[in-house]
Nanobody, 121 residues
Framework: QVQLVESGGGLVQPGGSLRLSCAAS????????MTWYRQAPGKERELVAT???????NYADSVKGRFTISRDGAKNTVYLQMNSLKPEDTAVYYC???????????????WGQGTQVTVSS
């Protein structure tokens, strides 16, 4: 069974920083892509940042230059460094992983439970 566990959320003042972590555990053969999404109250879930197994990254326009996604392949962990936070960054942040459980198996999508980020003075 695969689990994704996020951590690092909390309350921060505007202009502050937070670092989110998402650790994948279980019987994992390989992780292709790891992505951070967020969902604010009353809004749809939106992509924040993606990183591939090769290290290629992609960001939402709203976070470019402020957020940095990285991963530790040995630990099956992805990070999201969030700087210069704004009130509009307030949301539940979710981790998603596209991975395989064994060689040649289909790629499956897994989600974490989410971690709350609140930016407020």
């Amino acid at each position: 069974q695969v689990q994704l566990v996020e951590s690092g959320g909390g309350l921060v003042q505007p202009g502050g920083s937070l670092r989110l972590s998402c650790a994948a555990s279980g019987s994992i053969f390989s992780i292709n892509v790891m992505t951070w999404y967020r969902q604010a109250p009353g809004k749809e879930r939106e992509l924040v940042a993606t990183i591939t197994s090769g290290g290629s990254t992609n960001y939402a326009d709203s976070v470019k230059g402020r957020f940095t996604i990285s991963r530790d392949g040995a630990k099956n962990t992805v990070y999201l460094q969030m700087n210069s936070l704004k009130p509009e960054d307030t949301a539940v942040y979710y981790c998603n992983a596209h991975l395989t459980l064994r060689l040649g198996s289909v790629v499956r999508s897994y989600w974490g439970q989410g971690t709350q980020v609140t930016v407020s003075s």
